[in-house]
């Protein structure tokens, strides 16, 4: 017979619950992921017994054994008892002791499950008391534990275990530099408490240079077993091409009596030493946590079957599941949930969009699930499959706030207490809020009462708050619901365009599949955006996430690194390798339990690469078996351009086998077309319209119904928003299919003058456009400092040359570069569309030879007027000099230092002048040993750049270019009033500072600070030297720009606007040499941009008085 199967998403507030009957009948079901029952007292009666309609219809005598307990108004408990009977009739339960008098009711009571949630909703559906075994049942379950547990360190005592001298390893990381203009950074808190070194080396080959010396190992890992360490994680150097020693060390840690090991070898047999490191130890960190949990669980289950599901999308057996397999184990959930149902309704390629309280997740999926390989989370470098779901802080939740001069929509957020405004429990203005106050969220639909006075009173605070700005803007409180809505929609219209646009994907080729508690409300809107014409709502859309558990297939992954070149042996000889990953795969889909007749053919990948680049691309195997050219078809359409007649290097291949499951029941009805009778009409604003629109509820609609927005459609979990312009019809398996009666999108009405609203929209939009530069020059550079250091920054202009909005990339690049683009602009007045400019001098905006700076400008199509700029900077590995590396330490003239491009036009009106840029770079007394890299690091720039161009382009199609521009000044006059209001905090006078550099010259700086402005004067400042210490106008200017921006203790958009109240005096000195036509003659400079630039920072903050010689690096 049939087993009743359970398919369950433990979230981290909810567990959703989807569970298929015997006779193939599905009941959803949702409890507290704490297993806590929450009810309300209605009534007491005698002195043991407490009365709660909403207990009406549970399984009679449930109760029974659970412990009891009355919360006060602050939420502590006034008494604990058991449950010894309960009426279901009545809903009256009976307790194991007297009540206090104090128990009245209205009283908030809780139901505590001994068993964790997942029992407990098993349970509640089979009707099973605590003292009844649950019979065999199928459980599938996705679950937050690991990634609760990692965000907020409550792992297991981890202790690792590596090559003598890497001990810091995990603690230097990349060098990464997620908040740029932070005084005081905390480093996230490291996984393991204690590092065993051991002294054993193998090289990159994986020949033995020294055998390990275990007895030293043996004897810390006793001594750790005996501290109480719990894991242990154990990574070498180079076991990804000889996993012997590290095979060794497990061993000793088993003999110390570990039981919980993770070694990187079997991990993540890959290279890469530092994210192999992060991969192992948090496999290490989580897996004990897991291991209890399937543990408890395993205890109320018996012998029933229990699979958790992976990050990968894959379904695997619980005693296999690992720690660095759960982190999206929830999430996957809702991606296999929202791809399947899509592809049930006759899409076959689709969005999904997750909208919960706190936060939104995005996906994408096209046949196919696309998945990441090596990503971040919660601050950890992870190797392991992924699918790719892409996270914004912008849920119901999301708080609505005024900075001073813009709107902002998260990320910090309400959360379950106090919650939203309209709560009633004294919580912030949220996303929630303004969906009640526009009338989208029906109060008395609400599963409590609402608060809609709150929210009213919020909205007019922050509208007189707005009024007496230097923004001067009077909203009404509908006006300014409406714009912080129009915010939230950007944010996770941005978050979707990140998984579509910067792949290379049209999103209107797609259906958008909505779920989670709050998607439904602004799946239009969001739709309408991105041009997508269809809306699905499936009818459990509430719980997709659960019901995408009993979707999901086993999946497993094989891989092995390769690092050869792409040539015909190579792919001779990745046939064996291929064959022992096929196998591998295949037996452990076997050892699932799943017979080979519905294990499909393994899929066969690898990832690629042009040699000398870092990121590689996977590429899955083509029918022709010619993975170049598929290669050079994906790397062109992520990137835009090919390097045509680079040799190919493969880094890793890989295989995935998948052993289908049976689908779930799916109930179909036959349509009957009709007009459904509206069970109410409510006035809901719409583009600042308020609209009678018919309210509907979701269990009297009808497959064939068909209705016309504006319309909202009343579900017991969610509210479903069918905007005007949108017709709903519910289809024969019960979804809502909301389409777009015209997809023509005409120019978005937005005024010239600046608007608090659409300051923040394009703050993102033009942000964004930055970030994508950077990504696409980080992916197909080849210059070790750009691809891993991250030394290189992206960046839009006006037409001016005045910096506008970067990516969180390189202060010292940021502030310069606004100097070179404006040299670029007044060298060349005949400046032509097509054109393309390179620079690298250091007395033209530059920093030191090896930053070269890419500039492509933006001419209008018709007119061929000067629009923008986008440029992109960044750092080549080498460039000529005296030395190798282009760093000379004893430089003594700029033309020591490498070779100068000055104002070189690379393209002219279209026509590519590379060969004279190689000419260039081959020349002089000091030319560059490695032009090759250079040229195609420069076109990695020039496509950074056009990326940026085509997105400006799409820009100002949406919102005209007069608006494009006119918000180019507004958001640097916004940061301009934020700098402002920061130097009006502090008093006026004169501040002075002297230091020295290490040979005794002196950096002096005096600023005045005058009411809202500032001086800037480095008078006193030594002349200039004979080394290569001397720095530059566009480096103290950049330094400059990074100290007054850190004086502003907000996320805003680092631009020239931060400078407009600042003026900078710089005379001729070590800080402003004098510029000469000569290399020869002109002073080095090399240092100047990472050691003397330091110094000025320092000097400036010192004199501040803000920070004491600790940042002057810039986070660099």
Same mark, same amino acid.
Do not use: W
């Given at each position: 017979m049939k087993l009743w199967e359970f398919w369950i998403d433990v979230g981290g507030t909810f567990t959703d619950c989807m569970a298929c009957s015997p006779t193939n009948d599905l009941v959803p079901r949702k409890v507290l992921s704490s297993a806590v029952t929450k009810g309300q007292v209605g009534d007491v009666t005698g002195t043991d017994r407490i009365v709660d309609p909403a207990r009406i219809g549970d399984p009679p005598g449930f109760w029974i054994g659970y412990p009891l307990r009355c919360l006060d108004s602050a939420g502590q408990p006034l008494v604990q008892a058991t449950v010894t009977d309960f009426d279901t009739d009545t809903g009256r339960l009976a307790l194991n002791q007297a009540l206090p008098g104090t128990i009245e009711p209205g009283m908030t009571y809780e139901l505590v499950s001994p068993e964790e949630a997942p029992i407990l909703v098993i349970r509640l559906i089979l009707g099973l008391r605590l003292d009844e075994p649950i019979p065999d049942v199928s459980v599938r379950l996705g679950t937050t534990r690991g990634t609760n547990a990692l965000l907020t360190r409550e792992g297991a005592r981890t202790a690792l275990i590596t090559t003598r001298g890497f001990a810091d390893v995990p603690l230097i990381g990349n060098q990464d530099r997620p908040r740029l203009f932070d005084l005081t950074i905390r480093k996230p808190q490291p996984l393991f408490e204690r590092v065993i070194e051991v002294d054993e080396r193998i090289d990159a080959d994986g020949q033995v240079l020294q055998a390990p010396e275990l007895e030293p190992v043996q004897e810390a890992l006793v001594q750790a077993h005996s501290d109480g360490i719990e894991s242990v994680a154990i990574c070498l150097l180079h076991s990804f091409a000889n996993s012997s020693h590290e095979e060794q060390v497990e061993q000793t840690a088993r003999t110390a009596g570990f039981t919980e090991i993770s070694r990187s070898s079997r991990?993540?047999?890959?290279? #890469?030493?530092?994210?192999?490191?992060?991969?192992?130890?948090?496999?290490?960190?989580?897996?004990?946590?897991?291991?209890?949990?399937?543990?408890?669980?395993? #205890?109320?289950?018996?012998?029933?079957?229990? #699979? +958790?599901?992976?990050?990968?999308?894959?379904?695997?057996?619980?005693?296999? *599941?690992?720690? #660095?397999?759960?982190?999206?184990? @929830?999430?996957?959930?809702?991606?296999?949930? *929202?791809?399947?149902?899509?592809?049930?309704? @006759? *899409?076959?390629?689709? +969005?999904?969009?997750?909208? @919960?309280?706190?936060?939104?997740?995005?996906?994408?999926?096209?046949?196919?699930?696309?998945?990441?390989?090596?990503?971040?989370?919660?601050?950890?470098?992870?190797?392991?499959?992924? /699918?790719?779901?892409?996270?914004?802080?912008?849920?119901? !939740?999301?708080?609505?706030?005024?900075?001073?001069?813009?709107?902002?929509? %998260?990320?910090?957020?309400? !959360?379950?207490?106090?919650?939203?405004?309209?709560?009633?429990?004294? %919580?912030?203005?949220?996303?929630?809020?303004?969906?009640?106050?526009?009338?989208?969220?029906?109060?008395?639909? *609400?599963?409590?009462?609402?608060?809609?006075?709150?929210?009213?009173?919020?909205?007019?605070? /922050?509208?007189?708050?707005?009024?007496?700005?230097?923004?001067?803007?009077?909203?009404?409180?509908?006006?300014?619901?409406?714009?912080?809505?129009?915010?939230? +929609?950007?944010?996770?219209?941005?978050?979707?365009?990140?998984?579509?646009?910067?792949?290379?994907?049209?999103?209107?080729?797609?259906?958008?599949?909505?779920?989670? %508690?709050? @998607?439904?409300?602004?799946?239009?809107?969001?739709?309408?955006?991105l041009g997508i014409r269809d809306v699905l709502v499936h009818p459990y859309a509430g719980i997709l996430s659960a019901y995408g558990m009993g979707l999901a297939d086993v999946r497993r992954f094989a891989q092995q690194s390769v690092l050869r070149p792409y040539d015909p042996q190579t792919i001779q000889d990745l046939e064996s390798v291929f064959q022992e990953l096929e196998n591998e795969a295949t037996r452990e889909v076997q050892d699932e339990g799943i017979p080979g007749d519905r294990i499909g053919k393994p899929r066969r990948t690898l990832e690629i690469r042009y040699q000398g680049v870092e990121a590689a691309i996977p590429v899955p195997c083509p029918e022709t078996g010619d993975y170049a050219a598929s290669y050079n078809e994906l790397h062109q359409q992520l990137y835009g351009y090919t390097h045509d007649g680079r040799p190919l290097e493969i880094t890793a291949a890989r295989v995935e086998v998948v052993g289908t499951t049976a689908d779930p029941p799916l109930a179909t009805t036959s349509p009957v077309s009709r007009t459904p009778v509206p069970a109410q009409t409510q006035a809901v604003v719409f583009d600042a319209k308020s609209l009678d629109t018919n309210v509907f509820l979701r269990e009297e609609l009808r497959p064939g119904d068909q209705f016309t927005g504006p319309a909202i459609i009343c579900e017991s979990t969610s509210t479903v928003v069918i905007e005007p312009g949108y017709t709903a019809r519910i289809t024969e398996r019960n979804e809502v299919l909301i389409r777009q009666d015209s997809q023509a999108r005409g120019i978005a009405n937005v005024s010239t003058e600046a608007d608090p609203v659409m300051l923040e929209i394009f703050n993102n939009l033009f942000a964004s456009i930055a970030e994508q530069m950077g990504l696409t020059l980080q992916k197909t550079s080849f210059s070790t400092n750009v691809k891993e250091r991250l030394d290189f920054s992206c960046a839009i202009f006006s037409a001016t040359g005045d910096l506008v909005v970067n990516a969180p990339h390189i202060p010292v690049h940021l502030g310069a570069m606004g100097e070179t683009v404006k040299r670029i602009l007044s060298d060349n007045p005949d400046m032509s569309p097509g054109d393309v400019f390179v620079t690298n001098d250091p007395y033209r905006g530059g920093s030191h030879l090896p930053d070269v700076t890419v500039v492509t400008p933006v001419h209008h199509h018709e007119d061929g007027r000067l629009l923008f700029f986008t440029a992109s900077r960044a750092h080549h590995a080498e460039i000529g000099g005296i030395v190798p590396g282009s760093m000379p330490p004893f430089s003594r003239s700029l033309g020591d230092e490498g070779v100068l491009i000055r104002n070189f036009r690379l393209v002219d009106r279209g026509a590519s002048r590379e060969d004279a840029l190689r000419e260039l770079l081959a020349s002089g007394p000091h030319p560059s040993r490695n032009v090759p890299e250079n040229l195609a690091d420069v076109s990695a720039q020039v496509a950074a750049n056009n990326s940026g161009v085509v997105q400006l382009g799409q820009l100002v199609q949406r919102y005209s270019l007069e608006v494009v521009a006119a918000y180019m000044g507004h958001i640097q006059q916004a940061a301009s009033e934020k700098m402002r209001l920061a130097l009006g905090e502090i008093p006026d006078g004169t501040y002075n500072r002297t230091d020295h550099l290490d040979n005794g010259s002196p950096i002096t700086v005096s600023i005045a600070i005058a009411g809202e402005t500032a001086e800037v004067d480095f008078s006193g400042t030594g002349p200039v030297m004979d080394s290569n210490l001397n720095a530059n106008r566009a480096i103290v200017t950049a330094a400059c720009l990074y100290v007054f921006r850190c004086l502003i203790n907000e996320d805003i958009p680092l631009n020239s606007g931060v400078l407009e109240p600042v003026t900078i005096r710089l005379p001729e000195c070590l800080l402003n040499p004098p510029e000469h036509e000569a290399p020869s003659r002109s002073a080095a400079v090399v240092g100047g941009n990472v050691e003397t630039s330091q110094r000025v920072v320092d000097t400036l903050l010192g004199a501040l008085g803000v920070a004491a010689a600790s940042q002057g690096t810039m986070n660099n």
């Open positions: 991990l993540s047999p890959l290279i #890469k030493i530092v994210s192999r490191t992060d991969t192992t130890l948090v496999d290490a960190y989580l897996n004990p946590i897991l291991r209890q949990y399937v543990s408890r669980l395993r #205890k109320s289950l018996g012998t029933s079957s229990l #699979k +958790i599901m992976t990050s990968a999308g894959g379904l695997v057996d619980a005693d296999r *599941f690992v720690g #660095k397999d759960s982190i999206l184990s @929830g999430p996957a959930g809702g991606v296999i949930g *929202f791809s399947r149902v899509a592809e049930q309704a @006759g *899409f076959d390629r689709s +969005i999904g969009f997750d909208m @919960g309280g706190t936060s939104t997740d995005v996906s994408r999926y096209d046949g196919s699930y696309e998945r990441e390989f090596e990503t971040t989370k919660a601050g950890v470098r992870i190797v392991s499959p992924m /699918l790719a779901i892409e996270t914004v802080a912008a849920g119901g !939740g999301s708080v609505c706030d005024f900075d001073g001069v813009k709107l902002a929509v %998260g990320p910090a957020s309400a !959360g379950a207490d106090p919650g939203p405004a309209c709560y009633g429990r004294g %919580g912030p203005l949220t996303v929630t809020d303004l969906n009640v106050h526009l009338g989208r969220i029906l109060p008395d639909r *609400f599963p409590f009462p609402l608060d809609t006075q709150a929210v009213t009173s919020r909205l007019e605070s /922050l509208c007189d708050r707005i009024a007496e700005s230097p923004m001067g803007r009077r909203y009404t409180p509908t006006e300014l619901a409406e714009g912080f809505l129009q915010i939230a +929609i950007a944010n996770m219209v941005r978050a979707i365009r990140n998984i579509s646009v910067a792949r290379g994907y049209d999103p209107s080729d797609y259906v958008l599949v909505t779920f989670g %508690g709050a @998607g439904a409300q602004h799946a239009c809107a969001i739709a309408r955006e």
